[in-house]
């Protein structure tokens, strides 16, 4: 979606453009755009650091791909809940191989969508590793659910702040380019009103494209990343709310159903669909 809004953007302004008769090699600008984007890229340099910069990357190529979370996704973490659930019932002990090595266990393998899920799969593994090793009240595993939350969100909204601040220069940077080209129009005032004509042109293509890349491109990008990341503190939401309902001795069951009610109505599954699943996954196991 993210490709196709660009292209809509692309072809709705060229289109435009050109149905004015605008000619569109005119807008062949290469100094405008080393002036503008060049500074832009400058600017990243400066407010990042090189792991900033290589997990702003990330978070941009993710969201090229990204969509949001099934009932199917959601169905598959609650049943790998379930099963989680279950040990802690039946013998606490036997967890920690699950949990230790999450990638050899055979119950994270029945569930690959939340095993490839590296935000979901630490944040079972980390706090489920806690409750092993030294149980908490249900209050402070709240708490230390929440914080581990609150840091992952600074993280990923670090992202989104940084894309937010070059898009709001980057009308700015177009200006700069668009005075550097009236500059250079200046020297050129005793070539004609058609030399003028040209670099003045020129100069406002810079201010075009601050623009259109501010507003068209970057300040979109970073509202879909920012939607992103509430899409994946959802399902983290759904995680925490079943450990927690286990830290207050829930069944596994009642576990699943605190779980379940904390999914978004638009993909939350039915409680007969996951009672069946959870009944087919008790059965085979058996």
Do not use: W
Request: charged residues 20%; aromatic residues 6%.
């Amino acid at each position: 979606m993210v490709i196709i809004g660009a292209i809509i953007v692309v072809v709705c302004v060229l289109g435009g453009y050109t149905a004015h008769h605008g000619k569109i090699g005119v807008l062949n600008q290469p100094t405008e755009f080393l002036i503008i984007f060049g500074a832009a890229a400058g600017a990243l340099v400066i407010s990042n650091s090189v792991g900033q910069l290589k997990h702003l990357t990330h978070m941009i190529l993710a969201s090229l791909k990204s969509k949001p979370t099934s009932k199917e996704q959601y169905l598959e973490l609650l049943l790998c809940l379930y099963e989680l659930c279950k040990v802690v019932k039946t013998n606490p002990l036997s967890l920690e191989p699950h949990v230790e090595k999450p990638e050899a266990s055979e119950i994270f393998k029945k569930y690959p969508g939340v095993l490839s899920n590296h935000h979901a799969l630490d944040f079972i593994c980390d706090t489920l590793k806690v409750q092993i090793s030294s149980p908490m009240s249900p209050y402070d595993l709240e708490d230390l659910m929440d914080k581990d939350v609150k840091a992952a969100v600074e993280e990923e909204a670090h992202v989104v702040h940084t894309l937010s601040k070059i898009g709001d220069a980057m009308p700015g940077l177009g200006i700069v380019a668009a005075v550097l080209g009236v500059v250079i129009t200046m020297g050129k005032l005793a070539e004609g009103k058609e030399a003028i004509g040209q670099n003045v042109a020129a100069a406002l293509v810079g201010t075009f494209i601050g623009i259109l890349i501010s507003y068209g491109f970057m300040q979109p990008l970073a509202a879909k990343i920012e939607a992103d990341i509430a899409e994946t503190m959802k399902f983290i939401d759904v995680i925490k709310s079943a450990i927690l309902a286990l830290s207050k001795e829930c069944a596994p069951k009642v576990c699943v159903e605190f779980a379940r009610r904390s999914v978004p109505p638009s993909a939350r599954p039915s409680f007969e669909e996951v009672d069946k699943a959870t009944s087919s996954s008790a059965q085979k196991a058996a």
